[in-house]
């Protein structure tokens, strides 16, 4: 017969052993950096921020500040950001990363960066390429990666083409993302931020003013090469459109992915006219009393 100080002692094994013993409290902050960009860098055009976080029971969420200002949270162990710095000014700027375990522990890294575009473009501005505000639709999408996601300023985020077969053959063989700038814009430039694996093998920028004539502005492109994830691509435009089409005539691999699409317009050039001056009176020579 078992006797009451050994049943306690088995409860006490197996109950330990289980790891039904409630833990001690956790009071130790994570710990977060920001990976790109460097401390004290000069950057420019569009930048992928990017904070990775450990902690020992685990992150809960990463937050990315530019200035103070919330622009990204990943609710895993890292975020990202992908900053247009054309729309700020040529100044030194602030970024910070804020961690949070899954014990409400915080801890904060916090960077300074120069940012310094050659035009600084701002809309209306002087020069240069101004990046131009965007809608979105698409061909069919995966679900929970709709078109909007390729244009939410978020490099976590990413519009996926829909991908199925039927008896064995693709369903799909051809995808599209139509953009819509609101009214028509003499263009500059797209960027086309692909995932390296799921990207296009085949693909081609179109520009049209009424959603039926299409316009070839570039064709036969390819998302492969570039040795980071996203890929990005940028491709001079030019013409006057109020509607721009990526259209993926193959895939890379079963369907294409899209972390986002910027499109950028002409700005005006400099004016480096001066004003015209006249003294209307008194006449040249005149003699005045």
Not at 55 to 81: C, F, H, M, P, Q
Not at 202 to 220: K, P, R
Not at 251 to 276: H, M
């Amino acid at each position: 017969m078992i006797s009451p100080k050994s049943t306690l002692i088995l409860f006490l094994t197996v109950f330990f052993s289980l790891g039904m013993a409630p833990k001690p409290p956790d009071n130790i902050a994570p710990q977060v950096s920001i990976t790109v960009p460097s401390n004290n860098a000069t950057i420019s055009g569009i930048v992928n921020i990017q904070a990775q976080a450990t902690d020992n029971r685990g992150v809960s969420k990463v937050e990315i500040y530019v200035d103070n200002a919330l622009k990204a949270t990943g609710y895993a162990a890292s975020a990202s950001y992908a900053w247009d710095t054309s729309a700020s000014p040529n100044a030194a700027h602030t970024l910070k990363a804020i961690a949070t375990d899954k014990s409400n522990n915080t801890a904060q890294a916090q960077i300074n960066v120069t940012v310094n575009n050659a035009v600084p473009p701002t809309p209306g501005g002087v020069g240069g390429q101004v990046p131009v505000s965007l809608s979105v639709v698409s061909s069919f999408s995966n679900i929970n990666k709709s078109a909007a996601q390729a244009i939410d300023n978020n490099l976590s985020t990413y519009w996926q083409g829909q991908y199925s077969t039927f008896f064995g053959r693709k369903t799909f063989t051809s995808w599209w993302l139509r953009l819509d700038l609101g009214k028509p814009y003499d263009l500059a430039k797209i960027s086309i931020f692909w995932d390296k694996a799921y990207g296009a093998a085949n693909y081609s920028i179109q520009g049209s003013n009424d959603y039926t004539t299409w316009a070839n502005l570039q064709t036969n492109l390819s998302s492969a090469g570039g040795s980071t994830n996203p890929n990005q691509k940028d491709h001079l435009i030019t013409g006057t459109y109020q509607h721009i089409r990526v259209f993926i005539n193959k895939a890379q691999l079963l369907y294409p992915r899209v972390y986002e699409v910027k499109i950028y317009r002409v700005g005006a050039p400099p004016d480096t006219q001066g004003p015209t001056l006249e003294i209307t009176s008194p006449k040249d020579g005149e003699v005045i009393r």
